[in-house]
């Protein structure tokens, strides 16, 4: 939910709901909260500005407001009186029951507190009318239900109140195009609500025999247990013998300006001080004598600076190369592969913006096509598998490796398209989770496809072996998470691979035609040797990598530090939780498996922008009430709702999640109440950078 209750005195307060769903009925409201409600008080209702739809391939409903509706039905919107929307109104829930409901709504709707009209007086469960302890008895003539719906609503009358609604949070793409009028609703559930045990609604069992209904999104992360507090001595590598403790007595290491809280270290790095000194001397000695370095000293230090990151990942030195970025890496190799008329890349909705944008450009300009697969976090590695080989299947036959082991795609019989390429992340950047991206090399194999790696947020941030992945290429950042100065990143191309790689980007002194050989001799093509020099450039972020590495061992070594922020981003997300209510969720599955060192909550209190443009409002919002409070979280929109995705870092601790997140939750508030319209500068989407970090 996007938004939840703040009280001090939780047990005492009491809530009032508009339920407009199969909530409507009592007795499922009962099963639904585990008592009899025997305190809670029922009215016919109606929300007025909000029209019900039926969500697709479903049999529940959603509602929505007047400019979401107009976009919905865009060919046809519906007039003033028809947006209004039929239910019940009830009072008197805990906090306990509101905390059933969102378990029973799930993750697609925002709770929003908005103005109603009641229609009839309230009456307790002993003494309910007909028509409000079954809705089916509110069709027909005798109550108007649709005509009710097409009323105007007058917002003085002294019937009108306020509650709860879950609001449609998610896409408009999954709502039916068509307003659902209460009889029709009514007339499709009767056959569900008029099957109910008759004891269901004449008698309810003593208090405590009845169980809230198992959530249906099951594999995913509920919220039945205890909201747990993040605990510090679960902090896995905090303190280790003969090395410094890790937290805000880190920070010393760091260039950062006094007070900085910087959860965002996902985003563009943040190299220690031992790499900036490095990199000032180096560049010293660069500058004494640049023929010296440039035609002697640079090539020893490349090729043991691709030694070491090879060693990481577990590949051979021959089979890595450094290249400026994860983008430019994947460029690369999407402008090598000899693409044939009928191929298609896939992509995921959560692909890195600029590699997406990559990948259309291809598509673009050349007869090939483009298959992206729609994911909505958090799905389990198992819903995303199914998804790629459904993708696979759809088009590809089973390859069969031929005597190298290696297999190509074929499309099906009758089908001239084939899967040529998968293109996956390691971890996704917004949200920032951990895909199954070894078992979708396994499906690429399976299917003759190529798989194509980014390992943007991979390297030093979980263990890696690509030779045991078997991955047909991987591209990695080292400015993340292994410390190294930006910009610089790994390529990994396996031996029988390479010759797919004819050229560098740009194209280098190193290339070797074989159309125009070079004059004075034969010199033998080399993949590798390419990327030795294409152009002129400052060598020393990528050689910086050797003096993160350095600083990475001198303080613990790759597995305590990986320990340590995989362990912070977990309890941080489980204090921010605890902080925010149990109306906040963390984006991961039960047990999780999308964290590692990045935890990705929803934020509380604020609704889903109304268009793109009213997001880069929020946003802006949001990045100058950082930049305010001297602090960066990453805040992003997904699934139709906001989440702030956490990067945890050795100079980090626990008490940087809280007050990021206190931090957070008051630009929540203001963008409720509408305080970031009064911005007085908010670039147009069109001017907006175009990053996705």
């Known amino acids: 939910m996007t938004d939840h209750v703040s009280s001090v005195q939780q047990d005492e307060q009491q809530y009032d709901f508009f339920l407009y ?36 391939n479903e049999m529940y409903p959603a509602v929505i407001d007047k400019a979401r509706t107009d976009q919905l039905l865009k060919d046809n919107p519906p007039n003033a009186n028809e947006v209004n929307t039929r239910g019940t109104y009830v009072k008197g829930l ?48 005798a109550f108007k239900s649709s005509s009710v719906e097409d009323e105007p609503v007058d917002a003085e009358k002294k019937d009108m109140v ?109 190299p220690p001080r031992h790499v900036l000194n490095y990199m000032r001397d180096l560049s010293e000695e660069i500058e004494s004598c640049p023929d010296l370095f440039l035609r002697r000293t640079y090539l020893p230090l490349l090729n043991e600076t691709r030694q070491k990151v090879a060693d990481i990942i577990g590949a051979e030195q021959g089979e890595v190369v450094l290249v400026p ?84 795609a074929e499309g099906k019989d009758g089908n001239h398209q ?42 030093g941030q979980i263990p890696l072996d690509v030779k045991k992945a078997d991955c047909d290429f991987f591209v990695s950042n080292c400015h993340k998470w292994l410390m190294a100065h930006r910009g610089a990143a790994l390529l990994y191309v396996p031996t029988h691979n390479q010759y797919l790689m004819r050229t560098s980007i740009p194209t280098s002194a190193g290339y070797e035609s074989s159309k125009y050989p070079t004059p004075g001799g034969v010199r033998c093509w080399d993949w590798a040797s390419q990327y030795e020099w294409t152009g002129t450039q400052n060598w020393t972020p990528l050689f910086s990598v050797l003096s993160a590495i350095e600083f990475r061992k001198s303080i613990g070594g790759e597995q305590r530090i990986m320990d340590y922020c995989q362990s912070l981003a977990t309890e941080g997300g489980k204090r921010l939780k605890k902080k925010w209510g149990p109306l906040t969720s963390i984006m991961d599955t039960k047990p999780p ?15 889903a922008p109304n268009d793109a443009a009213d997001q880069v409002k929020q946003l802006c919002y949001f990045e100058e009430g950082m930049y305010e409070a001297n602090c960066f979280a990453a805040c992003y929109v997904h699934g139709g709702k906001w989440w702030v995705r956490f990067s945890a870092q050795v100079w980090n601790d626990l008490s940087d999640f809280e007050y990021v997140g206190k931090v957070l939750e008051k630009l929540c508030l203001e963008i409720k109440n509408g305080k970031y319209l009064e911005q007085k500068s ?12």
């Open 593 to 607: 498996s999308l964290s590692v060192a990045m935890v990705n909550l929803s934020l509380p209190h604020i609704p």
């Open 162 to 270: 306020e509650g709860w609604v879950y609001v449609w949070a998610g896409s408009l793409e999954r709502l039916v195009p068509q307003i659902w009028q209460f009889e029709a609703f009514i007339r499709a559930k009767a056959s569900e609500w008029n099957d109910l045990p008759e004891e269901w609604f004449i008698s309810l069992p003593p208090d405590g025999e009845l169980q809230p209904p198992a959530i249906e999104r099951e594999g995913l992360q509920g919220e039945e247990e205890e909201i747990e507090d993040g605990d510090q001595s679960k902090l896995k590598g905090r303190t280790a013998e003969g090395f410094e403790e890790f937290g805000k007595g880190m920070l010393k290491h760091w260039a950062f300006r006094p007070g900085y809280v910087n959860l965002n270290h996902g985003s563009y790095g943040s």
């Open 21 to 56: 769903g199969t909530l409507c009925v009592p007795a499922v409201l009962a099963k639904v909260l585990g008592h009899k409600c025997k305190n809670i008080t029922f009215q016919d209702a109606l929300l007025p500005g909000y029209t019900r739809h039926k969500v697709k």
């Open 418 to 459: 084939r899967v040529r390429a998968v293109l996956c992340d390691v971890l996704a950047s917004m949200p920032g989770v951990l895909y199954p991206w070894e078992k979708v090399v396994t499906l690429c194999k399976k299917y003759g496809a190529l798989s194509i790696i980014d390992g943007a947020h991979a390297i």
């Open 94 to 141: 805990s906090y306990a029951d509101v905390h059933a409901l969102d378990m029973f709504e799930g993750e697609e709707y925002s709770r929003l507190r908005l103005p109603l009209q009641t229609l009839s007086q309230p009456a307790n469960i002993q003494e309910l009318p007909t028509e409000l302890v079954n809705p089916t008895a509110r069709e027909g003539p």
């Open 325 to 408: 970025n994860t983008t430019h890496g994947v460029f690369n190799v999407l402008q090598n592969i000899k693409w044939d008329e009928g191929d298609i890349i896939v992509i995921y909705s959560t692909t890195y913006g600029a590699v997406a944008q990559m990948a259309k450009h291809f598509a673009d300009v050349l007869p090939i096509s483009l298959h992206i697969v729609s994911l909505t976090f958090p799905c389990t590695h198992a819903e995303i598998l199914t998804a790629t080989e459904d993708v696979l299947a759809q088009y590809n036959k089973v390859a069969i490796p031929n005597y190298t082991g290696q297999s190509r």
């Open 682 to 693: 908010v670039k147009p989407v069109s001017d907006v950078p175009k990053q996705d970090k």
